[in-house]
């Protein structure tokens, strides 16, 4: 990390030997994400549903190893953790020795497409329930269900479990003359700018996170019910079954301006599905750090 750093820069002892890919990875989104404290409990609840002494747990994406720390507290026999970034498989070995729990949770640094059956077999049978939190802004954005699918497919055992095992999509339209006046230009009579707004980029999904944002903080109005545009098995569905795109039509039920499209998701797990976990803006009002790590997807309509 010092390397990085031009000399007039004050870098702490503490940094100056670490990768700085480690330090950007543990300052732009670990540590919201891991004081998102609702989203460990919901993992914690639904695991707890589930794990029994026999339990053998896969996780795909160890990072810290904090979901694994869980999975064995919880008293599962064994727990894999596959982390594909070389630097946060080594924190995560060094986290999880620190809690006492390195005779329980291996880590294994690959991309999870890369590990083989017969290397887990070594260390006792097949996962009997495999766990990921690899979801993006976007439900499926970081291509979760092309690596759950996979490793379902080839590494979980028969009959195992899926953590978490739904998910939903959501559009929301919205009006919001905040958001408005950061996407386009309106000034009191005298210049005219319009012209400038024959640049605004209607094709793009951003997400609030860039525009450095909490959406709860900007007044909008839902114009529309959140509508479902896509749910997900990840217990069962595949890759590629959609031949073709899918349309949703929405459709504003009170007067206004769609000045965007919200995207947000839900994920579901325990009985019933009862156990729920939202991005929102009325389910992340309280929650400042999902906003700043997930938030949600904004594209702008004409
Ligand atoms: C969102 S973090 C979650 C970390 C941790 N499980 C937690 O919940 O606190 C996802 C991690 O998964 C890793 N990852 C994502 N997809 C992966 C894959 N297919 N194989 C291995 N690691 C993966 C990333 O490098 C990242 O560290």
Redesign the pocket.
């Known amino acids: 990390f010092g390397d990085n750093m031009e000399s007039h820069f004050v870098v702490p002892r503490r940094l100056r030997d670490k990768p700085y890919e480690l330090i950007e990875?543990a300052n732009d989104?670990?540590y919201a994400?891991?004081n998102d404290l609702p989203?460990?409990e919901f993992?914690r609840s639904a695991l707890r549903q589930l794990i029994t002494p026999e339990s053998f747990v896969l996780?795909?994406?160890?990072?810290?190893?904090?979901?694994?720390i869980i999975a064995a507290s919880l008293g599962a026999r064994r727990v894999v953790?596959?982390?594909?970034?070389m630097h946060?498989a080594n924190v995560a070995r060094q986290i999880i020795h620190a809690n006492g729990y390195g005779d329980r949770i291996h880590i294994i640094n690959?991309?999870?497409?890369d590990v083989s059956p017969e290397e887990l077999a070594q260390y006792g049978g097949r996962p009997t329930l495999l766990l990921?939190?690899?979801?993006g802004t976007l439900l499926l954005g970081?291509?979760a269900l092309h690596?759950v699918a996979d490793a379902r497919r080839r590494l979980l055992g028969p009959g195992g479990a899926v953590v978490p095992p739904r998910g939903a999509q959501f559009a929301t339209l919205v009006e919001s003359f905040d958001i408005a006046s950061i996407t386009s230009v309106k000034l009191p009579p005298g210049i005219s700018l319009d012209y400038f707004n024959s640049l605004q980029d209607t094709t793009s999904m951003v997400f609030t996170k860039q525009y450095g944002f909490r959406f709860s903080s900007a007044a909008y109005t839902e114009l529309a019910p959140r509508t479902p545009v896509l749910a997900i098995d990840f217990s069962a569905d595949e890759v590629g079954v959609w031949g073709g795109e899918s349309r949703t039509t929405l459709r504003a039920t009170r007067a206004g301006t769609v000045h965007a499209v919200m995207a947000s998701w839900e994920v579901y797990a325990g009985e019933a599905d009862a156990l729920c976990m939202a991005t929102h803006p009325d389910a992340t009002l309280g929650n400042f750090p999902r906003d700043m790590q997930w938030g949600q997807g904004l594209q702008l309509i004409e």
């Open positions: 990875a989104w670990h994400m891991m989203r460990n993992y996780e795909i994406g160890a990072g810290s190893g904090l979901l694994s953790a596959i982390e594909a970034n946060l690959k991309m999870s497409t990921s939190e690899i979801l970081e291509s690596y």
